[in-house]
């Protein structure tokens, strides 16, 4: 299995992630650039979707909805939530781009049980974690408490010179309440764009056990395992995350050997 996804090159979509290609069961994940004016239209006949306009201003058409203007940040290192939509299985999205804009669409498993809706920055819970050089800073887009069958969603964004999903932790045991079984992908973006981070992906077993160069616009796929992040000196870090398994909810299991760091002073 490939953890390491490429960007395509002069392609409106950036990425694709799929069960099928993936090798998993339940997330599929896409990004996609649009110049201005450039539209796209998303549906997914057994998945719901959460369309997140990463960056740039947008319209957004479905039946009975007409949003004419969301996105209020041009880049997401800027200090502002985004706008996102969540729409049912067999519900058809139009996107048009009023600006250059970045969109990460976030799909996984539903019956269609739920409305579309519009989530603005003003709902979206954020939040600061971690001390020291452990500091991110953390965009709940679509956590477990907020409305949906399957898919969570967040993006997190790491300063220069501090490590991320650390201490290593995974959710790929389905023994709640003290872990959940989730799959995840991280989109990677990098400011400046010629930086890169490292990402490792290991087991306890170390049956899995891969490190990383991670450049703008990759992906890193994380089916099971403990999978930090450390970003080097001089380039600012953001990540958007899909998680998705057999129960909507998030428990994570920190690595014995590291979690000492919680406590240290």
Known sequence: MNLLIKPKKDSQQIVSVTPASAGWRYISFSAYQLGSGGTITVSDNSNELCV????????????????????????VFEDAAPYAVYIPPRVAL???????????????????????????PAHIRRSVRGKGSNIRYVCDILPQDEPAESVLVVEVKTPSGHS???????????????????????????????????????????????????????????????????????????????????KRVWHFH????????????
Do not use: C
């Open 94 to 120: 139009t996107i048009t781009a009023k600006t250059d804009a970045e969109l990460g669409i976030a799909g996984g498993p539903a019956k269609g049980e739920l409305p579309t809706r519009l989530i603005e």
């Open 254 to 265: 920190n690595d014995p050997a590291h979690e000492w760091i919680l406590s240290a002073a």
């Open 52 to 75: 997140v306009v990463l960056s740039g201003i947008v319209s957004a058409q479905t039946e009975g909805h007409n949003w004419k203007e969301i996105g209020q940040r041009m880049s």
């Open 164 to 246: 991320s999903s650390y201490p290593p932790h995974k959710h790929d045991i389905d023994n709640i309440p003290e872990e959940s079984q989730l799959e995840e992908t991280y989109y990677h973006r990098i400011n400046p764009a010629q930086g890169f981070v490292f990402q490792r992906v290991y087991s306890d077993s170390r049956d899995l056990d891969e490190s990383l160069a991670v450049e703008d616009r990759d992906v890193v796929l994380v089916p099971r395992g403990y999978h930090p992040v450390v970003v080097p000196h001089g380039y600012d870090s953001y990540y958007f995350n899909v998680m998705a398994g057999p």
